[in-house]
């Protein structure tokens, strides 16, 4: 028996060693280190090191220093020049957009994940002081104020839903296809743009692309129609090939829309709900990076979300707290809807990847 041709080792990255390397930006280095690369040169990204850029970068360390990663792989021969600039400025991180219009030329990021292990005890313990929590809330490695954060879903959700009056976006049966590719859209714009996705690699935008979709998609359609008194109308007739893809629309409205009904939330509310069903989800099969990114979006979204109640609502102490525990048990049947979906998306041979443009 003649032996086949020999296959060829893969080539190791260059700057964290991890043997999947190929040619990105005039060096062999694996996906995530180029993604890395490109993503700090288009959003004129500086990032700083605590340690006189002395850090050792490696597949379990890549995540420690930025900084010195980034010199790293301009020091393996990777080019700026290689790199194509982001064509429409509107999807750009609204960090980066705010620099641009204030006249920086880069954007400084002093986020170091090996800090992170100071991070559990300022997110159980209740600060005592302004020198261990402003008092407005500031989240160093989002790069944003509290309120802001939450204010940033507000927006989302808004012109979500602006787009889908203009646009005619109804759900159904019928053009269902056609309504998650447009809702989509939503998604990417949020893997894209919210605070902190910037620190993530393309492993992790394959994860929080599954659960912006389906927050974009799913839960946004169905708080909108919880606001209507008819929300529990029969949704269409059951035309045999349809029937999974009914199923599935009639078991959300019953498990999550007959939720939202009943606790009417508001769209500041809501918006603390959308974070939690992205990143809280999210948190179930993902990298230290990811998890790092959802702690400080779940600390900063509650931290808001408390503030809310209580300066605008004026709500006491035990109203915060029941109506918080309300919204925070949401997210089990939640869960168990998304699974659901996975299957059904399966079944139907539905893709649901990471896109970037």
């Not at 990204?45 to 790293?72: A, V």
């Not at 859209?185 to 690699?201: K, N, S, V």
């Amino acid at each position: 028996m003649v032996p086949g041709p020999k296959k060829r080792a893969p080539k190791p990255c260059l700057v964290c060693g991890i043997e999947k390397g190929t040619l990105h930006f005039g060096s062999v280095v694996c996906m995530a280190c180029a993604s890395f690369f490109r993503r700090t040169v288009s959003f004129h990204i500086r990032f700083l090191c605590r340690y006189s850029n002395n850090c050792q970068i490696s597949q379990d360390l890549r995540f420690i220093c930025r900084s010195c990663r980034f010199d790293k792989c301009e020091r393996v021969g990777m080019r700026r020049d290689l790199v194509q600039q982001k064509r429409n400025e509107n999807k750009l991180p609204k960090y980066v957009l705010e620099s641009r219009k204030g006249g920086a030329g880069e954007v400084v990021r002093g986020y170091i994940t090996s800090a992170y292990t100071a991070e559990p005890r300022r997110l159980k313990e209740p600060a005592t002081s302004s020198a261990a929590e402003p008092e407005d809330g500031f989240s160093i490695i989002l790069n944003m104020k509290h309120d802001d954060l939450l204010v940033y879903y507000v927006e989302e959700i808004r012109n979500s839903v602006r787009a889908r009056q203009q646009g005619g976006i109804v759900m159904s049966p019928q053009n269902f296809l056609e309504t998650k590719h447009r809702t989509d859209q939503f998604a990417l714009d949020i893997c894209t743009m919210c605070p902190g996705t910037d620190l993530l690699e393309n492993p992790d935008f394959e994860v929080l692309y599954k659960y912006c979709s389906f927050s974009s998609l799913w839960m946004d359609l169905s708080w909108i129609n919880a606001s209507q008194d008819d929300w529990n109308k029969v949704l269409v007739e059951k035309d045999y090939t349809e029937i999974p893809l009914i199923t599935y629309m009639n078991q959300f409205q019953a498990t999550v829309t007959a939720q939202l009904a009943r606790l009417q939330l508001d769209i500041f509310e809501y918006a603390a709900l959308k974070s939690m069903c992205i990143w809280k989800l999210g948190l179930l099969d993902s990298t230290l990076t990811l998890k790092i990114v959802s702690a400080e979006h779940y600390y900063g979204i509650t931290c808001a979300l408390s503030k809310y109640y209580r300066v605008t609502k004026r709500l006491e102490q035990f109203e915060m707290a029941t109506r918080i525990a309300e919204i925070t048990l949401l997210i089990g049947p939640i869960f168990n809807v998304y699974r659901d979906m996975l299957v059904l998306y399966h079944n139907l041979q539905i893709e649901d990847r990471f896109k970037e443009e």
